[in-house]
C-alpha cells in the first residue's frame, strides 16, 4: 500500500525524525490561508502515488499567499502519470546547503532490509546507482538484532566529515528503522536528507510503502489508504477481497491464482487478443467472490468477450459455476462467454452450467481462441 | 528417487484443525502420505479423524513421533513463529502453504530456519508432491502420475495447469515443487536444480517463472554452467504493465531488471527450451528425453 508524503511525513515526526512543519490543502483556498500563517516563501507539492512530481510541474515555491493559490489552482485536478491530484501539501521553503538520500529497502536477493545511503541526494538515486556505485553504501541489516549503532554510525560517516552531523545522522537512521519496522514497510525513503546552512538536518522529503500483509497487524495503518490516488475498479475489487487490474484490451478475464492468470493473458496476447485485465479471484472462491468478479469486469465497456479460467484445487469449480449463473441472473449478459473449468468437482460444475444454459471447455487454449475471436466480433457464444 | 520428499517422508501438520489444515490433511492421508502427527496448542491428546495423534508442540510431536517434515497451515501472523518452531524442533523439511506472511517475518525466518539446518519451502506455495509416495501441501494428487519429469515453479495454479497437460500427454513427473512466489522465500530455482541434477529418476526439468526479481536469470546461469540434464522454461506475466503489482508480492518489476523479455532472453542463452505457452512444455521436453 502507497501512501501519501505527508503521511511519511507524519509518521516519521512521531518516531522523532526532524520534518518541516506542513499541512495539507484540498482548494486553493485552503493553501493560501495555510501559506499565510506560515509566512514567507512556501513550496506546494502535489500528493499523488507516483514518483517525479516536481518533472510533472506538481512541485512550485510561491511567495506570497496570493501565488500559492494560483499555484494550488494549477496542481489540484492536474493528472501525474494518469492519476489526479486532490491534494497539495503546502510547507514552508527550506535553505539547502546540501542534499543526500536514505532509503530502506527489503531486497529479496540479500532476504534483508537494505540501507542505502548516498551524498548524491535529490536526484535519481537509480541513475546514481547505475553510474557510479561506489556513492551508495548499501547496507543489509538483520531485523534480529535490528540496525546496530556501530552500523548506524558507519551510514552517519558516508553522508557527513564532521562527527556532530555523523551523530544527528546516525540518530535519524535508527528513528527512520524503526519507523520502518514499526509500519511494516516495505520501502521507507528520505530524499531529499538535507543539511540547512545553519547545519540541521531535515527530511524534506518522505515516501513510504506498507506491506500489504502487515495491515491485518496495523488496523490503524488501513486508515492511511487513500482511495481517491487508486482506480475506483480495483478498490471496488480489493473490498471483494479480488485482486483486479484494469488493461486496455477487450477480452475480460476471470482466473484462479496470479500465475496462472498471467499466462491466460499472455495466451490472449499470444492468440491475437488483448486482455482488459489481470484478475485473480484468489484460492479459496466462493460464488460471491464470482459475482463481485463478474460485475466488476462487465462494467468496463472495451470488454467485449468474457473469459473464465479456472483450475479447480482449492478452488472449488461448483462454486465458479454457481457464482455465474447468480450473476447472471441478477444482471443478464451483453457479451458472450467463455468458460474453461476443470478440477475439483468439475462434474457437478458442468451439470449446473449445463442447466442455465451455459456450455463448457476443458482446454485452456481452445478456450482463450473462442474469447479472442468472440471479443473480435467472429463465432457466436461458445 | 525423487527430490525432498519420498516413502520415507514423515509429515507433522501444523495447524491440523483449522479450515485449511484438516481439509489438506484429509487429502493427503488419502493419497498416502506418511503423516504421523499434528500440532494445535490446546489439542494435545486428541486425534484427528480417530487416527492422526496431536500435540500441543512441534517438539513434542517430533519427540513422540520421528518426525522428519512439517506442513505449515497456520494463519499468516502466526505462520512465521510456526516455520521457527519447526526447525527449532529439529524438522528436516518445512513446507509453509500459508499466504500473507509479512516479508518483513521472512527476514527473521530465513536466517534462523537455515542456521538450524533445515530447508524451507514457501511461504505462499503449493508445496510437492512426488507422485504415487508422498503428497506435502495441496497440490492436487489426481492431476500428477509418476515419470521422468522434474517440475519447479513458483506459481500454484499454473503448475496445476502444466502438470495437467503433461500427465494428459504421458508425460509422468519424479517431483513437482512449488517454491511460492513471496519476495522472500526459503528454497529458489538452483536449490531444485541441483537436487533434480543429482536425482537419477528426473531426466528432464520442466522449470515456470514469472516476472519480478532476477531468481530465472540466476537459474538460467546455473544451468548452462552446471547441468547435463535438460531444462524447459516458461515466464508468465509478458503481457503485464511495468511497474504493477500483480498479486503476488514477488511479481514487481523494478527498472529494466525481472522483465519477462530479459528473464525469456536469459533462457535461451543458456540453451534451455523456452516454452511461449503451456502446452509447449510436452513438445519441447519429449524432444528432449526421446
Given amino acids: 500500500m502507497n501512501i501519501h508524503e505527508f503521511q511519511a511525513k507524519d509518521i516519521l515526526r512521531r518516531v522523532g525524525v526532524p520534518v518541516p512543519p506542513g499541512r495539507v490543502a484540498k482548494t486553493p483556498d485552503e493553501a493560501a490561508a495555510i501559506a499565510r500563517d506560515f509566512g514567507g516563501t512556501v513550496v506546494v507539492k502535489a500528493q499523488v502515488h507516483a514518483g517525479g512530481r516536481g518533472k510533472a510541474g506538481g512541485v512550485k515555491l510561491a511567495k506570497t499567499p496570493e501565488e500559492a493559490k494560483s499555484i494550488a489552482a494549477k496542481i489540484l485536478g492536474m493528472q501525474i502519470k494518469g492519476l489526479t491530484v486532490y491534494q497539495v501539501l503546502v510547507t514552508p521553503a527550506a535553505d539547502i546547503a546540501s542534499e543526500a538520500y536514505v532509503g530502506i529497502i527489503v531486497d529479496r536477493a540479500a532476504k534483508r532490509p537494505v540501507f542505502m545511503v548516498s551524498r548524491a541526494g535529490g536526484i535519481d538515486i537509480e541513475e546514481v546507482a547505475a553510474s557510479t556505485p561506489e556513492k551508495i553504501l548499501k547496507l543489509p541489516v538483520d531485523t534480529r538484532y535490528g540496525l546496530l549503532p556501530f552500523e548506524a554510525t558507519q551510514l552517519g560517516f558516508f553522508l557527513f566529515d564532521d562527527v556532530k552531523r555523523v551523530r544527528s545522522a546516525g540518530k535519524i537512521m535508527q528513528q527512520l528503522y524503526t519507523a520502518f519496522m514499526q509500519s511494516g514497510c516495505s520501502l521507507a525513503e528520505i530524499n531529499p536528507l538535507v543539511t540547512t546552512p545553519a547545519g540541521e538536518i531535515v527530511a524534506l522529503d518522505a515516501k513510504m510503502v506498507i506491506d500489504d500483509n502487515e495491515l491485518e497487524r496495523h488496523p490503524e495503518l488501513e486508515a492511511l489508504r487513500d482511495p481517491t490516488a487508486e482506480a475506483p475498479s480495483e478498490v471496488h475489487a480489493r473490498s471483494a477481497n479480488l485482486t483486479f487490474i484494469k488493461l486496455e484490451g477487450n477480452v475480460g478475464c476471470c482466473v484462479n491464482g496470479a500465475g496462472l492468470a498471467m499466462a491466460t493473458m499472455d495466451l490472449v496476447k499470444y492468440y491475437g487478443g488483448e486482455p482488459a485485465n489481470f484478475l485473480d479471484i484468489g484460492g479459496s472462491s466462493n460464488p460471491e467472490k464470482v459475482v463481485s468478479a463478474l460485475r466488476i469486469i462487465t462494467s468496463d465497456p472495451n470488454v467485449k468477450a468474457i473469459l473464465f479460467n479456472i483450475f479447480g484445487g482449492i478452488t472449488r469449480t461448483d462454486d465458479v459455476a454457481n457464482g455465474i449463473v447468480t450473476a447472471t441472473k441478477q444482471n443478464p449478459l451483453k457479451v458472450p462467454i467463455v468458460i474453461r473449468l476443470t478440477g475439483t468437482n468439475e462434474e457437478i460444475a458442468v451439470r449446473i452450467l449445463k442447466e442455465n444454459g451455459f456450455s463448457t471447455m476443458t482446454d485452456m487454449d481452445e478456450a482463450v481462441q473462442r474469447a479472442v475471436e468472440l471479443a473480435k466480433g467472429g463465432g457466436k457464444a461458445a | ?290
Fill in chain 2, 1 to 290: 528417487m525423487s527430490i525432498f520428499i519420498d516413502s520415507g517422508t514423515t509429515l507433522v501438520i501444523q495447524g491440523i484443525t483449522g479450515r485449511d489444515g484438516s481439509f489438506h490433511a484429509k487429502q493427503m492421508l488419502e493419497y498416502g502420505t506418511c503423516v504421523v502427527a499434528g500440532v494445535t496448542p490446546g489439542k494435545g491428546g486428541q486425534r484427528f479423524e480417530n487416527k492422526v495423534p496431536i500435540f500441543d508442540t512441534v517438539a513434542r510431536a517430533v519427540k513422540e513421533t520421528g518426525a522428519n517434515t512439517s506442513v505449515i497451515y497456520v494463519p499468516p501472523m502466526f505462520a512465521a513463529d510456526a516455520m521457527m518452531e519447526a526447525a527449532d524442533a529439529g524438522i528436516q523439511l518445512i513446507v509453509a502453504i500459508t499466504e500473507g506472511v509479512p516479508v518483513l517475518d521472512m527476514t527473521k525466518v530465513y536466517p534462523f530456519v537455515r542456521e538450524r539446518g533445515a530447508r524451507l519451502i514457501g511461504p505462499n506455495c503449493p508445496g510437492l508432491i512426488t507422485p504415487g509416495r508422498s503428497k506435502v501441501g495441496i497440490i492436487p494428487g489426481r492431476i500428477c502420475t509418476p515419470g521422468n519429469i522434474g517440475v519447479v515453479s513458483r506459481s500454484g495454479t499454473l503448475t496445476y495447469e502444466v502438470v495437467y497437460q503433461l500427465t494428459r500427454a504421458g508425460l509422468g513427473q519424479s517431483t513437482c515443487v512449488g517454491i511460492g512466489g513471496d519476495p522472500i522465500n526459503g528454497t529458489n530455482f538452483i536449490d531444485c536444480l541441483v537436487a533434480f541434477e543429482a536425482d537419477r529418476d528426473t531426466a528432464a526439468v520442466a522449470m515456470m517463472g514469472e516476472i519480478g526479481g532476477t531468481d530465472e536469470q540466476e537459474a538460467a546461469t546455473f544451468v548452462k554452467k552446471h547441468m547435463k540434464k535438460p531444462v524447459v522454461g516458461f515466464i508468465a506475466g509478458q503481457t503485464a504493465p511495468p511497474g504493477r503489482r500483480m498479486g503476488h508480492a514477488g511479481a514487481i518489476i523494478s527498472g529494466s531488471s525481472g522483465t519477462a523479455g530479459e528473464k525469456v532472453a536469459a533462457f535461451e542463452q543458456a540453451g534451455m527450451g523456452v516454452a511461449r505457452r503451456p502446452k509447449d512444455f510436452v513438445d519441447l521436453l519429449r524432444a528432449r528425453i526421446a
